[in-house]
């Protein structure tokens, strides 16, 4: 089995789950775990005391590219919703796609108190003919640059500039490739 807050060797085995499935998670305003749910757990591979404070990219699956959690962290600290493409990594080195929805959770106060993800299963076709090509040019801007923080920027430039290109935002980008 993989270590619990290490980098485990990707397996090459992709897990899924049920469309009538829903992965919750909510987390603090700096990213930490403050609840999962049973779909959550199963996929991540791990248990409720394991996870619950520790950082959400304990998930985070090294073929998925920093420019767009980037872009992630920057639409829903800005007080908006987003919508994403999202390779996960399990704590054993699968892996599973989701179509993630992401969005900033209010006190009565309407302070934001933290972040609440659902995710479902994303359309495959959309993710083998549009995500994963995409996601790998992106990730290959990031580490041709000679710096991850220069790598970073230029990627999540070249996001921009798809986005100035399409004349549309991220959400709707993602929701022009279908769901």
Wanted: hydrophobic fraction near 35%; charged fraction near 20%.
């Amino acid at each position: 089995m993989a270590e619990l807050y290490g980098n485990p060797m990707l397996t090459g085995v992709e897990k899924t789950f049920d469309t009538d499935e829903i992965i919750v998670s909510k987390t603090d305003l700096t990213g930490k775990l403050t609840y999962g749910n049973r779909t959550f757990l199963k996929l991540a591979g791990y248990s409720e005391k394991e996870c619950i404070g520790t950082q959400h990219n304990i998930i985070r699956h090294p073929e998925m590219p920093r420019c767009v959690f980037e872009l992630l962290w920057e639409t829903i600290k800005s007080g908006n919703e987003i919508f994403a493409y999202v390779i996960n990594r399990s704590r054993n080195g699968d892996s599973y796609w989701v179509f993630a929805h992401v969005t900033p959770s209010y006190d009565g106060s309407g302070n934001t108190v933290g972040y609440h993800s659902n995710r479902r299963v994303p359309n495959k076709q959309v993710v083998t003919q549009h995500i994963v090509p995409l996601y790998k040019k992106l990730l290959d801007v990031e580490k041709s640059n000679s710096n991850p923080k220069a790598g970073l920027e230029a990627a999540f430039g070249a996001v921009k500039d798809l986005l100035n290109e399409s004349k549309v935002n991220f959400n709707q980008f993602m929701f022009s490739l279908g769901v």
